[in-house]
């Protein structure tokens, strides 16, 4: 079974910024689907960011703009760049990894928590 590690969290001062990163224990292809997600405290997990095998992106409307997804193959790794964060962006972020028939992935999560 796929492992994703996520690392990069911690805390931040609001307008600050943060790169997430997520490994993955077996070689990235391009037709997988990379995502994002977070679970802030007493809310359900939402969709952040996700990156297709078409290159395409979708981000959540919370953070378009401050936000981008990219991966690199060849390193197994996804990032994800988080600018002018907010305190609402507090949550714990997840990386997560499709497969083309729908079987998902998931890392542990890491903590990011941004004051005010």
């Known amino acids: 079974q796929v492992q994703l590690v996520e690392s990069g969290g911690g805390l931040v001062q609001a307008g600050g910024s943060l790169r997430l990163s997520c490994l993955a224990s077996?070689?990235?292809?391009?037709?997988?689907?990379m995502g994002w997600h977070r679970r802030a405290p007493g809310k359900q997990r939402e969709l952040v960011a996700r990156?297709?095998?078409?290159?395409?992106?979708n981000y959540a409307d919370s953070v378009k703009g401050r936000f981008t997804i990219s991966r690199d193959n060849a390193k197994n790794m996804v990032y994800l760049q988080m600018n002018s964060l907010r305190s609402e962006d507090t949550a714990v972020y997840y990386c997560?990894?499709?497969?083309?028939?729908?079987?998902?992935?998931w890392g542990k999560g890491t903590l990011v928590t941004v004051s005010s």
């Open positions: 077996q070689k990235l292809f391009s037709i997988n689907t």
């Open positions: 997560n990894l499709r497969t083309w028939y729908g079987d998902d992935y």
């Open positions: 990156l297709t095998s078409s290159n395409s992106t």
